[in-house]
């Protein structure tokens, strides 16, 4: 399975995004804090399955207004491979964003089914070795993996193209825009 994976776009330009519209996959998976502009741009431009989480810059409705399903706290099977979405960050600061205690990520992921494969806006807690309150990680990743063994967690929110292990997980960290192969889970950045 081939998916696009597609986060963080603080800095984009229609011409890079029109990069994706002769690209072979079979869904796109959107990592939050991506703007409104992008996310129309996208939804025109891809014609397979679409949905995504929300990130730690984004609004309560980014994804809604579009008319692009959040699959956090949900699941999706395409190719007979079960997809789950766990959407924000921890929180680090005040305000109406997609953001969580770690007390709030670990119920959060005890409602998030099981699946093969676990997209979200952040990742599991120290996994990316950062521990300024903005980047440390959800500790209730770190439980879902535990727990559900996925067998792939692909993020973005780190700004940095990465491959990390957590248990028997494979961590990709998306930056802007990449085609993940699963189950080998590997990365080919397009932009």
Request: with cysteine; glycine share 6%; charged share 25%.
């Amino acid at each position: 399975m081939i998916i696009l994976a597609i986060a963080d776009l603080h800095d984009w330009s229609a011409d890079e995004l029109e990069l994706i519209r002769d690209l072979d996959f079979d869904c796109c998976c959107l990592l939050g804090d991506i703007p409104n502009v992008a996310l129309e741009i996208i939804k025109r431009l891809v014609r397979k399955p679409l949905f995504g989480v929300l990130g730690n810059h984004d609004e309560p409705s980014t994804l809604s207004r579009c008319g692009i399903p959040n699959l956090n706290g949900e699941s999706v099977t395409i190719n007979g491979v079960t997809i789950a979405g766990f959407g924000g960050s921890h929180r680090y600061k005040n305000g109406d964003y997609p953001m969580l205690t770690q007390k709030e990520s670990i119920a959060a992921a005890k409602l998030c089914p099981k699946a093969d494969i676990l997209i979200s806006h952040d990742t599991a807690f120290h996994v990316m070795n950062r521990l300024d309150n903005a980047h440390c990680g959800l500790k209730g990743i770190a439980k879902y993996i535990s727990r559900n063994k996925p067998k792939l967690n692909i993020c973005g929110h780190y700004h940095e193209n990465t491959h990390r292990k957590y248990k028997h997980c494979d961590i990709l960290c998306v930056y802007r825009c990449a085609l993940v192969t699963f189950p080998e889970n590997t990365v080919k950045v397009i932009f």
